[in-house]
Structure formats: C-alpha cells, structure tokens
C-alpha cells in the first residue's frame, strides 16, 4: 500500500520560509509526477506544484517564492516556501499520480497545516 507523509508545516510570521517534505513509502515503481496542492478555510483545494519529468509548473501567486523540487529515485517531493504571505495559509497536501501499465494512480497525503501570520 503506497503512503504519503508530508512534514514541515508550521507557524510562521509574513516573510518567513518553510520548507515541506513528502516522503512515499510502499511503492515499487517511480511516481510519473508528484505535485504539492494546498487548501484554505472556506476554498477549493488548489494546484501549488506540479512537477513532472519535464518541467514544474507552478501557481502564478507563488512564482518566485516557492521551489519544488523532487528525488525520483527515493519518490519524495520537497516544497521551498519563502517570502511567505498571509494568504498562503492552509492544508498542503502531497499527491503523486501516473499511470503503470494499465492502472491509473493518484496518492494523497493527510496533509500539514501551514499559517501565515501578519
């Protein structure tokens, strides 16, 4: 059974950083893409990260700010988020997704509660 665990969420003042990680365990194959989404009070959960073999795609309110960045071979996906602001708040989640053979996959982590203070 494939797990995601994320870490590194927090309290943390406007301006400051955090960085996220997502470490898998459970699978015997590399993920096609992992990305990092996130979820404020009252909002739909949201697209943070994408990053697939080719090129990582990022929200346009976060460019500049955060970095994502993955280790394929260990499955683990890692969030940089710096000049943080009030409205990045929220539950931010790892997902990987893909296709092996003919079985479509789609992992979620529980979640790490990020806040950004004024």
């Known amino acids: 059974q494939v797990q995601l665990e994320e870490s590194g969420g927090g309290l943390v003042q406007a301006g400051g950083s955090l960085r996220l990680s997502c470490v898998s365990s459970g699978s015997k194959f590399r993920f096609d893409t992992m990305a990092w989404y996130r979820q404020a009070p009252g909002k739909q959960r949201e697209s943070v990260a994408l990053?697939?073999?080719?090129?990582?795609t990022y929200l346009d309110s976060v460019k500049g700010r955060f970095t994502a960045s993955r280790d394929r071979i260990k499955n683990t996906a890692y969030l940089q988020m710096d000049s943080l602001r009030p409205e990045d708040t929220g539950v931010y989640y790892c997902?990987?997704?893909?296709?092996?053979?003919?079985?479509?996959?789609?992992?979620w982590g529980q979640g790490t509660q990020v806040t950004v203070s004024s």
């Open positions: 990053i697939s073999s080719r090129q990582t």
């Open positions: 997902n990987a997704a893909g296709k092996v053979g003919r079985y479509d996959y789609d992992y």
